[in-house]
């Protein structure tokens, strides 16, 4: 199957684009890789994610709207190479996530405990 029920794919086509139910649901790329994913998918309101304060608010617009606006602005040829697109940028998205965050909170645990290991 192509895309919607109808077997025709709309992808692509903007507001008028119809978005398959296999596709509906929140996208974790674009909430872990905002703007990088909104560059790939062609979603550049994306870039709000610059703007102080609404980046972070503007990640879960992100994820909430991410499936529907990628299916809406870029040509898909299946509904199968969509969701391997997009599980591929969750996939990257928590990789890079852990990377970055993993030394954070390993520093911070340190900064707490470190002055108990040196009691004697």
């Known amino acids: 199957m192509t895309s919607d029920d109808a077997g025709q794919n709309t992808s692509g086509m903007g507001k008028s684009a119809t978005l398959p139910p296999e596709i509906r649901g ?17 979603t550049y309101i994306a870039f709000l994610a610059f703007i102080p304060y609404v980046g972070f608010v503007m990640a879960f617009i992100l994820g909430a709207k991410g499936n529907k606006w990628a299916w809406q602005n870029q040509k898909w ?10 599980r591929r940028w969750a996939m990257w998205g928590l990789i890079i996530f852990l990377i970055i965050i993993s030394p954070i909170i390993a520093l911070g645990a340190w900064a707490i405990f470190a002055p108990f290991l040196f009691l004697t």
């Open 26 to 42: 929140w996208n974790w790329g674009a909430f872990w890789l905002s703007w990088i994913w909104g560059i790939r998918n062609r």
């Open 77 to 86: 040829d299946s509904i199968e190479q969509f969701k391997k697109s997009q």
